[in-house]
């Protein structure tokens, strides 16, 4: 998926990747898969960790971008980089999927 269709889509968190916070930290461990033989974890800042909590298989990328320019008060190419980056990068990694 490009990342300019990755806004039109919507996705869902994967089962595979638990979510745990410690301290001010949201960590994404992989659970099942190649990720946790590996023993990945990942570590999410607090933009990210917002976005990662919208992510229901109902909101689209456009609508994360709303949600984080009224949120966090951003301009709108910003917060569509941001999200675009963010959505790109949970699917290398096997951490959403497109519901």
């Known amino acids: 998926m490009s990342e300019?269709?990755?806004?039109?889509?919507?996705?869902?968190?994967?089962?595979?990747?638990?979510?745990?916070?410690?301290?001010?930290e949201v960590i994404l461990v992989p659970v099942t898969g190649r990720m946790a033989q590996e023993g990945s974890l990942y570590t999410l800042n607090g933009t990210s960790a917002f976005l990662w909590e919208q992510l229901d298989g109902r909101r689209t990328g456009?609508?994360?971008?709303?949600?984080?320019?009224?949120?966090?008060?951003?301009?709108?190419?910003?917060?569509?980089s941001d999200v675009r980056t963010f959505l790109t990068q949970l699917q290398g990694i096997g951490a959403i999927a497109s519901a």
Not at 62 to 80: G, H
């Open 4 to 24: 300019e269709s990755v806004l039109e889509v919507s996705f869902q968190r994967q089962p595979a990747i638990v979510t745990r916070r410690v301290a001010e």
């Open 62 to 80: 456009r609508d994360l971008v709303r949600e984080l320019k009224e949120t966090y008060d951003v301009e709108e190419a910003p917060a569509e």
